[in-house]
DNA sequence: ACATATTTCTGCGTTTTCGCAGAAAAGTAT
DNA sequence: ATACTTTTCTGCGAAAACGCAGAAATATGT
C-alpha cells in the first residue's frame, strides 16, 4: 500500500462548514475526530460496492464521487453525485447491504463513522440525528421529484436536466460555467436515463443552438439560463 | 359540516402496532394522544393539497391513500399509496409546502401532529426520531429504486410492477388476491408512468395469458408468482 | 510526430410508445 | 328494464427512442 499520506483532519478545523458532524457538541466532534476513520480513495476506485454490507457512512471531505446502482445487463444509472461535505453510503443504513455502489471520480478524502459511532453520536446530539433526517427529507423529495420529471421528459430533455445537475453538483460555488471534464458521453447518459448515442445526438443539437460548447470531452454551459428555460415548464423550483 | 363522529383514540389503545407513535415514552403517547387531532376525510376529499404549507404530519389511523403530484398538463402521477399506520406529508417536512398532495381512497381517519408537537415529540424521544429517520432511509432506498426500475422497464413491465405494488400496498395481509377495486385505469396508468390505454392494452394480454382476472373495474391476480418473475430480473428483492 | 486505442458522432432501419377516435362494455339513474 | 353517462378497449398512423455499424475525432503511448 503505497497511499499518500495525510494527518487525520480534527473536524473542528475542517473546512467543510456544513458537514453534518458540525452539529455535534464540542465534546461530540472531539470524540468522533478520534475514532473516525480518515481514507483516501483514488480517482476510478469504489469507496464502496453495491452489496456490500453496512458498516457505517461516509463523510466526503474532498473530492467529488458517483453513486451509481447497476442492473443485471451490466447497465449503470448514476443515481447521485455528491462533492464536499457531503454525505455517501446513507442509503443503505439501517439495511444489510448498500443498493448502491458509491465511485471516485478524483481523488478523494473521506471520512468513515462506524455504525457503533453513528449510533452513539445520534443518541447524544439531538440536532446531529435531527439535521440528518431533514436531509433524508431533502433527498426523497429530490429523488421523487426527479423520477416524476423522468417519466415525462423527452430524452433532450433529460440530457439537458443532467447537464445542469452535473454543474451544479460538481461546482456549487458560483464558477457554474466551468467545462464538465470528468464525465464521458455513457456517463451523462447514466444520468439521463438513455443511451450515449443519444446523448451525443443531443449534444450535437444544443452546440448548433449555441447553448453549450464543446471541445472534445470538455463541455462548457454557454447559455445556463436558455437550457433551465427549457426544461423550466417541469423543474419550476428545483434548480 | 356534518362529519361522522368518533372519540380521539388514544394512541395506547390504537391498533396500529406498527405507528411510529409507539416509539415514544409512555407519557409522550400520553400527551401525544391528548394533543393530536383526529380527522376524518371523506372518500376521494384532499387530505392535503400540493403546494399547501406543511403545518405537521399525518398518521394514517385506518384507510387508505394515495399520494400524487401533477405537472402543469394535469397529468397526475401517483408517487405512493399508503394504508393503515403509514405516515403522510412526511415529504413536506422541513419545506415550506407539500411537493405532493394525499387524497382519501376511501373514508379515512388520521391522527394530525403539528410541527410544534412534533418537534418537542422528536427532542423528547430519541427512539421515535430514530426509526422515523429509518422510515426515510428507507423510503428514499425504495424511491430510487423504483426510479431505477422505471428508467429500463418496458411499459408492460411497468404495468404489472403498479399491479403488483398496489396489492401489497393495500392488501399487505396475506389477501394478496383481492380484487383491486378503487384503481381506475388512469390511476394505474398514473402509477406506472404512462396512459390509460396503453394499460388497457397490457390488461388484455395479461388476461389472455390468464395471469390476471378483470370484471369490469375489478382486476384480481390470478397468477402471482408468473408476474412477480417476470419482472424479477429488475426487482429481485422488492417484493 | 506517428501509430494505436478509445471515444464520439451520425445515418438508417427497427421497435416501442403514444394519441386519437370510434366501438364496446360497464356503471348509474329514472 | 330503459336510457344515458362514463369508462374501457382497440385499430391505426405518427412520433420518439433505440441499436447497430462505420466514419470521424480525440486521447494515449512510444
Redesign the interface.
Known sequence: MNRPKRVTTQCCECKNASCFIKQCSPEYIALISEKKNQIRINRGQYIFRENSPVFGIYFIQEGRAKVV?S??DG?E?I?RLAGDGHILG??????ETH??GAVAQNDVWVCFLDNTLLYEA??AN?EF??S???F??????K??????Y???MTVEERVIFALLYITESYAPEKQVDLPLITLSRQEIADIA?TNADQVSRVLTFLKTKEMIRVQGKKISIADHEGMKKSIA??TAAYF
Chains 1, 2 share one sequence.
Request: no cysteine; glycine share 8%.
Open positions: 446502482s442492473n443485471i447497465k444509472q443515481v446513507h442509503r443503505g443504513y439501517g439495511g443498493p448502491v445520534f443518541k439531538f440525528l435531527y440528518i433526517m431533514m433524508y427529507s431533502q433527498e426523497l423529495r429523488s421523487e421529484q426527479r423520477a416524476q423522468f417519466a415525462q436515463a415548464r417541469y
